[in-house]
């Protein structure tokens, strides 16, 4: 039997040295089936009267079938190859996306750099206290270091998973030695991932102030608490506690305006950078999503105000704040009505001509027939299902009318006496100011207190919160911007691809055949003589102002009187264009034709007028 499980008894009442829920997900099922067998054995010794069985005989006969179970390695292959996250390989695969396999990445000078491998699984401890002011209540959320199995961007990878619902979770690991920020600043990068669909629960760390000691619970004070959070407002929790050099406590301080975070099942990078020159820097996925000051951006401020208000001064009894008094010689005028009503019924207003007092708004339906099933003496009388009244869809109205209100031109309301200046007005009272006796001033934020630890302590309503790739460091490295190259985005990408391979397609929309082009026009035809036939019958029954009221009709009513009016306008233009050119004459010649004609007369020669006087006696 191996060191570390200690002896059988105290695994049998469960001591949390040994816990299997925090082993590789192959090793875990194996080793709980040893101890299975090792329950069945005890009691097939305690049916059988056996209680002089020594415990050696017993470890005996669990070292044996322990060798059975680890002589075949199929055993711990079929366990991996059943695990669902296998599933999701194959499924990648018949889509074309290649998931890699997961490869540990080194990170140098580190305070902590968790990838949830074997070997760092056991350095997490689940807590054993209890919450604050509720002795029964306890940390009774269960958590596993398991392949993650909803949408795996890197095949073998492991995370430290929330694996129950609506409970309080807590869980830690201890640094290999305390961190220290003031020397350097302060660089927190971790992933989370909801494999499930988060409504309500916390998804942030924290880091533990040195010296960590007892169990982790809600009283361990912590440093700094960074991370996401959804119970209705979704945000990115950064808070902060700081030590008051005058009163020697901590306060805690939150950031104002947190950014929020994205809620999907894709695996997120969050970074927090503190520099020494006392600003932060928040990304989400390696984009900065919230700059500023340690001074400035945290309620309540680190550093109290120089002066405050004193509080022994008190306001005297005879001091007149009020600028303005009512009005004691104000009387209420004779007239003033204050039971006159706001509103009032329009006595001017008339009912249309479209509403109908005597058509019900809901009618039986005519298409409705009793199912033959029905049975009366047990179903009681059938009773056609009540429909909207057609004949109402397109009126003013249907019951009963009443006229509508109007404002009241006669209310006044209520009578309060007019306001005057105070002539005792002697302005706004303050206290006096003094000298803060809490004041001190921190110039560098940024020395926040060792940590020793890190830890999770969460409620949370879903299961399959995922946290990997836990990194703490100085901000004067580079390897959070390496871990999210180099780990997180490829990862990342293969997610995004594989979340695209398997969103369902939607099928392309058929096209219309003949069949049901004719089936549109043939509707739209049917629409249009609809139209027509209604307008054409409020028109007869109640006038063409009715007639235009009415929604679909009137406004094809309407459509067709202007197409008539645009018809005959055309037609007037052309008739009057036509008798235009027959009334009036064409115009005379201008002036400038008659001048040249005249000129050419006079320049002909006599020789061309005695050719054309013999001409014409030949003629003759």
């Known amino acids: 039997m191996p060191a570390q499980f200690g002896n059988a008894s105290e695994l049998l009442r469960g001591n949390r040295s040994y816990e299997p829920h925090l082993l590789p997900a192959c090793s875990r099922k194996v080793t709980v089936s040893l101890f299975a067998l090792f329950s069945s054995v005890d009691t097939l010794f305690l049916a059988h009267s056996v209680t002089d069985f020594k415990m050696t005989h017993k470890l005996s006969v669990l070292l044996l079938l322990a060798l059975a179970l680890h002589a075949s390695p199929a055993r711990c292959n079929d366990i991996v190859d059943s695990d669902p996250a296998s599933e ?26 968790e990838q949830f491998t074997d070997v760092a699984a056991p ?34 990878d492991n995370g430290l998973v929330v694996k129950s619902q609506a409970r ?64 209705g407002e979704s945000k990115v929790h950064l808070i902060y506690r700081h030590l008051n050099p005058v009163t020697h406590e901590y306060t805690e301080h939150h950031l104002s305006q947190p950014p929020t975070p994205p809620i999907d099942t894709l695996s997120h990078l969050y970074t927090l950078t503190i520099h020494t020159n006392n600003t932060y820097a928040i990304a989400i996925d390696g984009s900065e999503r919230r700059t500023g000051s340690l001074l400035d951006d945290f309620a309540p401020p680190v550093n109290p105000p120089k002066e405050i208000d004193d509080p022994k001064d008190q306001k ?126 921190d110039r560098d934020l940024y020395k926040l207190s060792k940590i020793d630890a890190v830890g999770f302590e969460l409620w949370t309503m879903q299961s399959g919160i995922t946290f990997d790739n836990i990194y703490l460091g100085s901000s004067s490295s580079n390897a959070a911007a390496l871990i999210a190259d180099n780990v997180w985005k490829p990862k990342h990408d293969v997610e995004l691809a594989i979340s695209e391979a398997l969103r369902p397609k939607s099928p392309p929309a058929p096209k219309p055949g003949f069949a049901d082009v004719l089936r549109m026009f043939k509707d739209r035809i049917d629409e249009i003589l609809y139209s027509i036939s209604t307008f054409y019958g409020v028109l007869q029954s109640e006038g063409v102002v009715s007639a235009l009221r009415q929604e679909r009709a009137g406004a094809f009513g309407l459509l067709m009187v202007t197409m008539a009016l645009g018809w005959l306008g055309w037609n007037a233009s052309i008739i009057l264009g036509f008798m235009y050119r027959l009334v009036v004459a064409a115009p005379a010649p201008p002036p400038a034709a008659v001048t040249a004609a005249s000129a050419d007369n006079k320049t002909a020669s006599p020789d061309s007028g005695a050719k054309a006087d013999r001409k014409a006696s030949k003629s003759d």
């Open 88 to 113: 999701t390989t194959v499924e990648a695969a018949k889509h074309g996306v290649d998931i890699p396999k997961f490869e540990p990445y080194a990170v140098p000078d580190a305070a902590l750099w």
């Open 123 to 156: 350095r997490w401890k689940r807590s054993q206290a209890t919450k604050k002011g509720e002795k029964e209540a306890r940390y009774d959320g269960e958590w596993a270091v398991e392949e993650i199995k909803e949408l795996a961007g890197v095949e073998g």
């Open 168 to 231: 309080h979770h807590a869980i830690s690991a201890r640094l290999e030695k305390p961190f220290d920020p003031s020397a350097s600043g302060l660089v927190l990068q971790y992933e989370v991932k909801l494999q499930e669909n988060l409504g309500c629960g916390g998804a942030y760390i924290k880091l533990l102030t040195a010296p960590f000691k007892g169990e982790f619970s809600d009283d361990t004070p912590y440093t700094l608490m960074f991370g996401p959070d959804k119970c």
């Open 316 to 441: 005297p009894a005879d001091w007149e704040d009020n600028e303005k008094i009512p009005d004691t010689a104000a009387k209420k005028p004779a007239d003033w009505d204050e039971d006159a009503p706001l509103m009032i019924p329009d006595e001017d207003a008339v009912k249309p001509k479209d509403w109908f007092e005597d058509e019900p708004l809901l009618i039986p339906d005519p298409k409705a027939q009793k199912p033959a099933d029905w049975d009366d003496e047990e179903d009681g009388d059938w009773a056609a299902p009540m429909i909207s009244n057609p004949r109402c869809a397109d009126a003013a109205g249907c019951g009963p009318w009443e006229r509508p209100l109007m404002r009241n031109p006669d209310f006044k309301g209520q009578w309060s006496a007019p306001l005057v200046d105070n002539p005792l007005y002697k302005g706004e009272w303050a206290p006096r100011r003094i000298n803060n006796p809490g004041y001190f001033e």
